[in-house]
């Protein structure tokens, strides 16, 4: 089962405009993680946003996270061509032996030039 | 990319052979995963690695199995391969993170088939 749900399953937006993707969890988390993924290509690390913060930024990317409401959001600013990639968050329980993350299904996210 | 590779990259198979897929690292990372990603379902869990000989089942074990005889690698194995194991099949290691926190970093990925 999916511990991560991203909301929407696709989003399709103009170049320049901002895009926002959400993830509701279900347990409580140690940290909630959001990566990328381009066509045909392994996942990426975008961002780490641990369970005592509520607001997290790196370059045009705004990843906010309200644990009692068990959800988080991934904001890209500005968003370019470039971005056009599926994007998917990943909680980390923190209680396994294995540094195990568990992924939600994932944003399919479209820019258009 | 932290040093991972897979291989093979692609491979088309019939059903009920063994497959045997590769990750390799480079850098001595305790902890590897294999995941497998197919539409609909995001990326789940086969198993895990904390350790040399040291493996655990994970969301989707069933039909699987794994070996880690050096820590560089990770070898997943189909003892008898079904069209339902047709998917994308990702490994990755954890890359520690200030105060017990961890990434993931991805290898590229085998895209295997199964007739």
């Known amino acids: 089962s999916q511990q991560g749900e991203e909301d929407p399953q696709a989003l399709s937006i103009q170049e320049g405009e901002n895009a926002t993707m959400n993830c509701s969890y279900k347990?409580?988390?140690?940290?909630l993680q959001w990566y990328r993924q381009n066509s045909g290509r392994g996942l990426v690390h975008l961002i780490l946003?641990?369970?005592?913060?509520r607001e997290k930024h790196s370059g045009r990317l705004r990843v906010t996270l309200d644990t009692s409401k068990k959800s988080s959001s991934l904001l890209i600013t500005a968003s370019r061509a470039a971005d056009t990639a599926s994007y998917f968050c990943?909680?980390?329980?923190?209680?396994?032996?294995?540094?195990?993350?568990?992924f939600g299904g994932g944003t399919r996210l479209m820019v258009k030039p | 990319d932290a040093g991972i590779t897979q291989s093979p990259r692609h491979k088309v198979t019939e059903t009920g052979t063994p497959v045997t897929l590769r990750c390799h690292q480079t850098e001595n990372h305790r902890y590897m995963y294999w995941y497998r990603q197919d539409p609909g379902h995001g990326l789940r869990l086969i198993h895990y690695s904390y350790g040399v000989k040291d493996t655990d089942k994970g969301e989707v074990s069933d039909g699987y199995s794994v070996s880690r005889s050096k820590t560089e690698d990770f070898l997943l194995t189909l003892e008898s391969a079904t069209s339902s194991q047709t998917s994308v099949y990702f490994c990755?290691?954890?890359?520690?993170?200030?105060?017990?926190?961890?990434?993931?970093?991805f290898g590229p990925g085998t895209r295997l088939t199964v007739t």
């Open positions: 347990t409580s988390i140690n940290n």
């Open positions: 990755a290691i954890s890359e520690p993170l200030r105060q017990g926190h961890y990434e993931q970093y």
């Open positions: 946003i641990r369970s005592n913060e």
């Open positions: 990943a909680t980390d329980e923190g209680s396994n032996a294995g540094n195990m993350l568990t």
